[in-house]
C-alpha cells in the first residue's frame, strides 16, 4: 500500500478501506507522509465525498491517532459540547460556566478558528494570562475541584485532526460533511466525552448553508456516535446572520461577559438555552427541558453563571480583572462607526461575508501558521428584521490598519441588505435531531 494508491483511488471516486484510512491517518500523524500528499487527498475527499463507511472508519482511525482520555475518575457523566462553526459564535463561552454552575461537569476541549469561523480557543487566549495548553492530568483535576475546564486540542489527543484541520483550513476544504463529522466526532471520542451535544449551524454563516445539509451532517455524526456508545443529540441552530452582535475575538469575549451579566443578546439567549436545557438532561441532573431553561436563566441573574466564568479564567491562569473591567481590553488603533445609507428593514446580512471581512481585518488566519490580532472586528447594532433609519448607525469597525478599515467598510455596506418591507424575525432553533 502506498499514499499515491491511496489518492488516486479517491480521486476516481472509489471508496476506501479500512486499512487505507487507517495507513493515512498513521502516516500523515507520525510525518511519514508530506504535507502535499495529504492536501491532495484531502481535496479528493472534499471533491468526491465519502461513504458512511469511510467516514466512520476516519472517525475511529482520527480517534485513535493519539491518547484517548478517560474521564470516569471525574465521577460524574461527562457531556461535551460542540458547535460546527460560525461566526460570532460565543455560546460555548457562556454556556459552559453556565452549566458548570448547575452541576454539570465540563471538561471541554475547544478549536481554533477554522476557514471564516472564529473558534473558542482564540477567544479564549485574548484574556492575558489564560492557558489553554495545560496536561491532562490539570485538565481533570480542575474538573474535579472546580467542575469545569477548558483547553485546546494541545495534548496529543486526536493529533491526526489537529493536523489535517489545520490543513483544510488552509487548502480550503473545510465545507465537507465526512470531514467535519469525522474531525467533531473524533476529538469527542478521544477526548472521553460520554454524551455529547452538538451545536449544528445552518446558513450563510455555517459550513452547511442549507437545512437538508445540515440534517445529513446531523445524522452522520448521531450515526457515529451509536457505533462508539457515546448517546449524540443535535440541535440544529440558525448562522444565517452573526450570532450575537460582536464578531472578532476579544470584542465576542466581552460579549460574552456582558451575557453572563445579563445582557445576553436574544439570539444568542435562544441558542444558550436550548443547549444548555439538553446538557442538564443528558447529564443526569434534569429531565425537563423547560424546566432547565428557568434554572439556566435563574443563574444568570443570580450572578452564578458569571461567577464560575470567573473562576474558570483564573484557574487556568487567566487575568480576571479584564472579565471585572472589560475596558482593560486592548482597543484597536481605529474605531469607526459606519451609518445606513438608507432607512428600512434589516433584510439580510451574510454571516459568511462579515466572517472574511473579519477576517480580513487580522482577527483569523489565512496562512496556517499566521498569528492573529485579537482587537479587531465589528460590533453590530441591528440584526435581520430591526428597522433602521437613513444615517442611523449599523455597527462599527475595529482595525489596526486604516486600509483594512477602509475596505471592511465598503464591504460591510454591500453585505448589509435593507429593503422597505417588513422582515420576520429568523427562527434559531431549526430542528433537534436524536
Ligand atoms: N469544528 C470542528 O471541530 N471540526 C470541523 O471540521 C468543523 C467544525
Redesign the pocket.
Known amino acids: 500500500m502506498n499514499i499515491l494508491e491511496i489518492i488516486e483511488k479517491k480521486r476516481d471516486k472509489k471508496e476506501l478501506s479500512k486499512e487505507e484510512i487507517t495507513y493515512f491517518i498513521k502516516g500523515y500523524t507520525n510525518d511519514t507522509i508530506a504535507d502535499y500528499q495529504a492536501s491532495a487527498l484531502i481535496m479528493a475527499i472534499y471533491l468526491n465525498g465519502m461513504t458512511k463507511q469511510e467516514t466512520t472508519n476516519l472517525t475511529i482511525a482520527m480517534a485513535n491517532s493519539g491518547q484517548t482520555l478517560d474521564l470516569s475518575s471525574i465521577g460524574e457523566v461527562i457531556v461535551d459540547k460542540?458547535?460546527?462553526?460560525g461566526v460570532g459564535d460565543k455560546v460555548s463561552l457562556i454556556l459552559l460556566p453556565l452549566v458548570a454552575s448547575l452541576g454539570v461537569s465540563v471538561a471541554k476541549m475547544s478549536?481554533r478558528g477554522?476557514g471564516f469561523?472564529g473558534?473558542t480557543v482564540d477567544k479564549l487566549e485574548s484574556i492575558p494570562g489564560y492557558q489553554t495548553g495545560i496536561d491532562i492530568s490539570s485538565f481533570i483535576e480542575n474538573v474535579k475541584r472546580i467542575g469545569i475546564s477548558m483547553i485546546s486540542q494541545t495534548l496529543n489527543l486526536a493529533p491526526a485532526?489537529k493536523k489535517i484541520?489545520k490543513l483544510?483550513d488552509s487548502i480550503s476544504c473545510?465545507e465537507?460533511i465526512p470531514?467535519?463529522?469525522?474531525?467533531?466526532m473524533s476529538?469527542k471520542i478521544a477526548s472521553g466525552a460520554q454524551k455529547i451535544v452538538l451545536d449544528v449551524t445552518c446558513g450563510s454563516g455555517a459550513?452547511m448553508q442549507s437545512k437538508e445539509k445540515a440534517e445529513e451532517l446531523a445524522s452522520e455524526m448521531i450515526e457515529i456516535g451509536k457505533l462508539a456508545n457515546r448517546e449524540t443529540i443535535c440541535i440544529l441552530t440558525n448562522m444565517d446572520e452573526p450570532l450575537g452582535y460582536a464578531v472578532g475575538n476579544s470584542l465576542e469575549v466581552i460579549e460574552a461577559i456582558e451575557s453572563l451579566k445579563g445582557e445576553m443578546p436574544e439570539d444568542v439567549k435562544e441558542v444558550v438555552l436550548e443547549l444548555g436545557a439538553y446538557m442538564i438532561k443528558l447529564a443526569g441532573k434534569g429531565e425537563d427541558i423547560e424546566e432547565n431553561k428557568v434554572r439556566l436563566l435563574k443563574n444568570i441573574a443570580n450572578g452564578k453563571g458569571y461567577e464560575t466564568f470567573i473562576q474558570l479564567i483564573e484557574n487556568q491562569g487567566g487575568d480576571a480583572s479584564y472579565i471585572k473591567d472589560i475596558n482593560q481590553f486592548p482597543k484597536a488603533t481605529y474605531i469607526e462607526k459606519v451609518y445606513s445609507l438608507k432607512e428600512g428593514y434589516i433584510q439580510s446580512m451574510n454571516a459568511k461575508e462579515i466572517g472574511k471581512i473579519v477576517c480580513n481585518l487580522g482577527a483569523g488566519r489565512i496562512q496556517k501558521e499566521d498569528s492573529i490580532d485579537n482587537a479587531v472586528g465589528i460590533v453590530l447594532n441591528k440584526k435581520v428584521s430591526d428597522k433602521v433609519e437613513k444615517d442611523e448607525e449599523l455597527l462599527t469597525i475595529y482595525a489596526n490598519s486604516k486600509e483594512k478599515l477602509e475596505e471592511a467598510k465598503r464591504r460591510l455596506l454591500e453585505v448589509i441588505k435593507i429593503q422597505d418591507k417588513i422582515v420576520e424575525k429568523p427562527k434559531m432553533i431549526l430542528e433537534i435531531m436524536k
Do not use: E, N, P, Q
Open positions: 460542540h458547535s460546527t462553526g478549536g477554522l469561523t473558534g485532526d484541520y483544510r473545510v465537507s470531514l467535519i463529522a469525522s474531525s467533531i476529538k459550513f
